[in-house]
């Protein structure tokens, strides 16, 4: 039983490291808007840099650095709605 719970323990700790490595942002916003890009282009410094901070501080930063990686997740996930959402609008 105790090698099954280990298995089990080490199989969530994978997926949520596979998960947070995959909401990463990303700028995937083209030049067509070039406003939002550049919101999403700082979106991503900001992420990586926090990142540094939280290496730096072996992560001793009471869980407001994560918090505010997750903000910035959520933040480049809405601008890529906008830009979809321009998009359907026939913005040029």
Do not use: C, K, W
């Not at 083209?30 to 901070?53: D, K, M, P, S, T």
């Not at 730096?56 to 959520?74: K, V, Y």
């Amino acid at each position: 039983m105790n090698r099954t719970f280990r298995l089990i323990a080490l199989a969530l700790i994978l997926a949520a490291a596979g998960a947070s490595q995959a909401q990463q942002p990303t700028v995937n916003i083209g030049e067509r808007h070039g406003n939002l890009r550049a919101a999403q282009e700082h979106i991503v410094q900001a992420y990586q840099l926090i990142g540094v901070a939280q290496q730096d501080n072996d992560s001793r930063l009471g869980g407001h650095a994560g918090r505010a990686r997750e903000l910035l997740i959520q933040a480049d996930q809405e601008l890529r709605q906008a830009a979809n959402v321009a998009n359907n609008n026939g913005r040029p």
